[in-house]
């Protein structure tokens, strides 16, 4: 797994004794589960249209990875948003 500079910073802090892990309290544990909850729901429909041979890559290619296609598209959307993919230029 790759870190950032300061999640390697936490993790070293944490090995060398700097820090210490807690328990959460049961009204941490409740607005973890509901911010979770409000972050992991998809609750968007779109309808796109696209080539057929786009098509059946992308369908291949889940069925390569285990996923329903569908699951596929909205992963590589939400990685292009969070900057994890970036355009080809050039």
Known sequence: MKYDKEEKAI?????????TLSTPSKKEIEAIKATAKSTLVKDKRITIRLY???????????????????????????????????????
């Open 11 to 19: 993790l070293d802090a944490y090995k060398k004794g700097k820090m």
């Open 52 to 90: 057929g041979h786009d098509y059946k890559g992308i369908q291949k290619k889940a069925l390569e990875m285990g996923i329903p296609y569908q699951t596929l598209i909205s992963g590589i959307i939400h990685r292009y948003i969070e900057g994890e993919l970036i355009s080809k230029t050039g």
